[in-house]
Nanobody, 124 residues
Framework: DVPLVESGGGSVEIGGSLRLSCVVS????????MGWFRQAPGPGKEREMV?????????RYQDSVQGRFTVSRDNDKNTLDLRMNSLKPEDTATYYC????????????????WGLGTQVTVSS
């Protein structure tokens, strides 16, 4: 069983929107801090935090997506969603859902569970 399963990726035109969803299995600890990370194609591209939800419920965003992306968590449904608007070519990447140790989920080194990823491609 995969504890985190992402869906909702795809190909869109510049300025388009997508909604990613991550389903958290019952086997993960309750309400860990969680986040969406992405890894762009090409050598040397690191996996970076895009948006996250602290254990307290506070949301955090990478500067480049602030105002365009919205992360939300539904503890009853065990889901973590990422709504992405005004997409740009530089948003093209594989997006991963992660659960993190500690109160925050802003570094890939804090993640202890990863989904398999979903591809997002933005083109003209």
């Amino acid at each position: 069983d995969v504890p985190l399963v992402e869906s909702g990726g795809g190909s869109v035109e510049i300025g388009g929107s997508l909604r990613l969803s991550c389903v958290v299995s019952k086997y993960t600890p309750e309400r860990p801090s969680m986040g969406w990370f992405r890894q762009a194609p090409g050598p040397g591209k690191e996996r970076e935090m895009v948006a996250s939800v602290d254990k307290s419920g506070r949301t955090r965003y990478q500067d480049s997506v602030q105002g365009r992306f919205t992360v939300s968590r539904d503890n009853d449904k065990n889901t973590l969603d990422l709504r992405m608007n005004s997409l740009k070519p530089e948003d093209t990447a594989t997006y991963y859902c992660a659960a993190c140790t500690g109160d925050y989920c802003v570094s890939r080194y804090a993640a202890y569970l990863w989904g398999l990823g979903t591809q997002v491609t933005v083109s003209s």
